[in-house]
């Protein structure tokens, strides 16, 4: 019913940059909140980043200054810009959807992505 696809992660050294991007498709009426979670080997998954349908942001505090998610609303598309890039950002990243159907009507859901890997070396 609804498809959620990640790209953008890959192999990076510290300082560099990457953007991650999740689409979302399908039976979708509105999106009210998405986000990004990570997992590092060994650690429990982790919220990194969410945004909702009105723009305000949340960030976890390791990520501050550093990570910037935003929406394009027009394209139910998330993105993850992440600078400054360092080694303990290394995780799969997940992005997560929390959104309205069209079909059933007006019922919910919440979605995740397949995951993509991020890895900084130092």
């Known amino acids: 019913q609804v498809q959620v696809v990640e790209s953008g992660g890959g192999l990076m050294q510290a300082g560099g940059s990457l953007r991650l991007s999740c689409a979302a498709s399908?039976?979708?009426?509105?999106?009210?909140?998405m986000g990004w979670y990570r997992q590092a080997p060994g650690k429990q998954r982790e919220l990194v980043a969410t945004?909702?349908?009105?723009?305000?942001?949340n960030y976890v505090d390791s990520v501050k200054g550093r990570f910037t998610i935003s929406r394009d609303n027009a394209k139910n598309t998330v993105y993850l810009q992440m600078n400054s890039l360092k080694p303990e950002d290394t995780a799969v990243y997940y992005c997560n959807v929390n959104l309205v159907h069209l079909d059933p009507w007006h019922s919910t859901g919440v979605y995740w992505g397949q995951g993509t890997q991020v890895t900084v070396s130092s």
């Open positions: 399908g039976s979708i009426f509105s999106i009210n909140l």
């Open positions: 945004i909702i349908s009105g723009g305000t942001t």
